[in-house]
């Protein structure tokens, strides 16, 4: 697991500055606490972000491992996902694809969407909202929640 997120900063990070050195982008950096069916389970994710023509977005994201009461132990994960962002005043909605590392008790397959809520209080700090789901294409779909704070440069 070390070597995938030693590998996943590196292919983000080298994404991102080429992809800002081809085109204006922004980046971001989100800590957020996992959710499993509303419940809070013991871990941490932490994304980083690059936003390109002010609409689009590709994020890795890692998520620590989690203990479920109901699924019981999940290891660390990784996702990585491109969304199309709409903005309406201080609220941002976003929807895309989104590939898993491997699945788990909480995702039958690898495939899946990204679904995102975010409020903008500052031009800099954002509380956001992602789902990450396989929309029942396989079982189990019980999906993945994150709740916590963006802060972009």
């Known amino acids: 697991m070390k070597r995938f997120i030693y590998l996943g900063i590196g292919f983000a990070l080298g994404l991102g ?14 800590i957020s606490a996992p959710l499993v ?14 936003r390109f023509a002010d609409n689009y977005d590709v994020q890795l994201l890692l998520i620590s491992s989690q203990k479920t009461a109901e699924r019981g132990h999940l ?24 590939v898993w590392h491997h699945t788990s008790t909480i995702n039958g397959c690898r495939m899946g969407y990204h679904l995102s809520a975010a409020v903008v209080t500052s031009p800099r700090v954002v509380i956001r909202w992602d789902h990450f789901s396989n929309a029942g294409t396989c079982p189990p779909n019980t999906g993945q929640d994150l709740v916590g704070v963006e802060y972009r440069f």
């Open 75 to 98: 290891s660390a994960n990784g996702i990585v996902s491109a969304q199309r962002v709409v903005k309406l005043a201080h609220v941002e909605l976003g929807i895309g694809p989104a």
């Open 17 to 30: 500055i080429g992809l800002t050195c081809l085109s204006k982008a922004d980046s971001s950096l989100a």
């Open 37 to 50: 069916q509303g419940q809070y389970e013991q871990g941490i994710a932490v994304a980083a972000a690059e």
